[in-house]
């Protein structure tokens, strides 16, 4: 299970027949630790956690092997 940029699907070095996705319904926020952006980039997205920033949406790709691990087993033991 791995939680990565939508756009690694499309890559060629990608072996897409190998997975299958999980999209989350809203797009996923992540957040800048506090310091680690320079004053001149900061938004309004700013709190104690640090910058708020959304720069690509996620999806959650699984494994064909897990998927069928899972339904034998029960749960995801390997990838």
Same mark, same amino acid.
Request: contains cysteine.
């Given at each position: =299970?791995?939680?990565?940029?939508? #756009?690694? #699907? @499309?890559? /060629? $070095?990608?072996?897409?027949? &190998? $997975?299958?996705?999980?999209?989350?319904? &809203?797009?996923?926020? #992540? +957040?800048?630790? &506090?310091? %680690?952006?320079? &004053?001149?980039? =900061?938004?309004?997205? @700013? /709190?104690? %956690?640090?910058?708020?920033?959304?720069?690509?949406? /996620?999806? +959650?790709?699984?494994?064909?092997?897990?998927?069928?691990? @899972?339904?034998?087993?029960? $749960?995801?033991?390997? %990838?």
């Amino acid at each position: =299970l791995l939680l990565m940029p939508n #756009y690694v #699907y @499309a890559k /060629s $070095f990608f072996p897409e027949k &190998k $997975f299958v996705y999980i999209v989350p319904r &809203k797009r996923y926020v #992540y +957040w800048t630790p &506090k310091g %680690l952006r320079p &004053k001149n980039k =900061l938004q309004n997205h @700013a /709190s104690s %956690l640090g910058v708020r920033t959304s720069p690509f949406v /996620s999806f +959650w790709y699984v494994t064909r092997n897990c998927l069928t691990k @899972a339904t034998q087993d029960g $749960f995801c033991s390997t %990838l």
